[in-house]
T-cell receptor, first 113, second 116 residues
């Protein structure tokens, strides 16, 4: 059974810092990996989706990498801003593209002004 | 495009009553929809996979008789929590996968259920 772990569970940094969030998964046979943002009491906002054949994706200040063989992904946030404060969730799809996602518990990020 | 709605956005009900939550794909057809549950300070857990025109597939530990899922059309799936109890209080989120686009899911905004 696929398990997804995110480290750290919580992170608080001053505004402007670059930071890295980590995600690991136990079964490397994934279809894709996705990073989401969740604000308190809200739904999910998809940030980046990496197909199993890809190694990274970039969107603005966000960069996500994928090392499928080692079961790891990182989300890099450049020049962090207070508006980046949220919980960041990593999720993998382990089937053939038609399965539900397995989520990590998330990293709760606080960017101090 | 690719908008998924959920209704209601929040609901409070008495213990023992049933609650129906709707998940709609507004601008695309979805052969498959998924239902997730999120308890406070926990991550999302997949409850079931809903396929249009067929029975839902439930994850281990999810009671199919308690969480009734109906996917009667390509744009609508419903989750009914039957005889709700306080421990069913949670945040329920659906996602929809566009027909013919494997590996893509669009998430709804979620429904917060509080059972008194």
């Amino acid at each position: 059974k696929q398990e997804v772990t995110q480290i750290p569970a919580a992170l608080s940094v001053p505004e402007g810092e670059n930071l890295v969030l980590n995600c690991s998964f136990t079964d490397s046979a994934i279809y894709n990996l996705q990073w989401f943002r969740q604000d308190p009491g809200k739904g999910l906002t998809s940030l980046l989706l990496i197909q199993s054949s890809q190694r990274e994706q970039t969107s603005g200040r966000l960069n996500a990498s994928l090392d499928k063989s080692s079961g790891r992904s990182t989300l890099y946030i450049a020049a962090s801003q207070p508006g980046d404060s949220a919980t960041y969730l990593c999720a993998v799809e382990s089937g053939g593209g038609a399965d539900g996602l397995t989520f990590g518990k998330g990293t709760h990020l606080i960017i101090q002004p | 495009g690719a908008v998924v709605s959920q209704h209601p956005s929040w609901v409070i009900c008495k213990s023992g009553t049933s609650v129906k939550i709707e998940c709609r794909s507004l601008d695309f057809q979805a052969t498959t929809m998924f239902w997730y549950r999120q308890f406070p300070k926990q991550s999302l857990m997949l409850m079931a996979t809903s396929n249009e025109g067929s029975k839902a597939t439930y994850e281990q530990g999810v009671e199919k008789d308690k969480f009734l899922i109906n996917h009667a059309s390509l744009t609508l799936s419903t989750l009914t929590v039957t005889s709700a109890h306080p421990e069913d209080s949670s945040f329920y989120i659906c996602s929809a996968s566009p027909s013919g686009r494997r590996g893509t899911q669009y998430f709804g905004p979620g429904t917060r259920l509080l059972v008194l």
